[in-house]
């Protein structure tokens, strides 16, 4: 069993009071287990023919990865919220993301990718507009194959909160054509951990 070590500060997830940081190992079924209602989500998520549709869309522009790159670097070096990344909340899917994250407090962001990594919708925007060199994306596109990924509890740049990752693929017929990742936070899982 793959262990995911979580370096949690001020004992997050532990009882009781705790100084500095402590470390918490949470075995990968532990953590499917606290996360089972949202990967259904998820999963149900990516179902959405919205999705699907915008994803489907996006990858018959067949973007080229040099422009997908330069895009990223533009995306990177702007704190602002640029035409191009407000595009990508105001499109359908990026609407849907949005009321979806707004309106359930255990989330803190969601995107949808293309079948190269590159964001088709995003809420809120994220640190970067290329998905597709990072684990997320390539463990859930999964060479076309498409499977659910969960990421480790981490510190997310965009939303400056700690949280896990849920990428989930999105299929069209058995074809995989993109991925949708949400992140959870850690407050859920501490909910959810402390019930137990």
């Given at each position: ?21 402590e ?44 422009e ?31 009321r ?8 803190n ?84 951990r402390?019930?137990?």
């Open positions: 069993m793959r262990t995911i070590a979580f370096l949690l500060f001020l004992g997050l997830l532990l009882p009781g009071p705790v100084s500095g940081q470390e918490v190992e949470i075995g990968e079924q532990e953590l499917r287990d606290l996360l089972h209602n949202k990967i259904r989500v998820v999963q149900h998520l990516a179902l959405n023919p919205a999705l699907l549709r915008d994803a489907r869309r996006q990858n018959t522009t067949k973007l080229d990865l040099n997908i790159k330069k895009r990223d670097e533009e995306w990177k070096n702007s704190d602002d919220l640029t035409h191009f990344k407000r595009s990508l909340q105001d499109n359908v899917s990026g609407r849907l993301l949005k979806i994250v707004s309106s359930n407090p255990d989330f962001e969601a995107f949808l990718t293309d079948d190269q990594g590159a964001n088709v919708a995003a809420y809120p925007a994220t640190s970067d507009y290329w998905q597709g060199d990072e684990e997320k994306w390539s463990e859930s596109f999964n060479g076309g194959e498409g499977r659910l990924f969960l990421g480790p509890l981490e510190r997310d740049a965009s939303t400056d909160t700690y949280a896990v990752q849920i990428s989930a693929p999105i299929f069209d017929g058995p074809e995989t054509i993109g991925v949708l990742v949400v992140g959870v936070t850690l407050d859920y899982l501490s909910e959810k402390g019930a137990r």
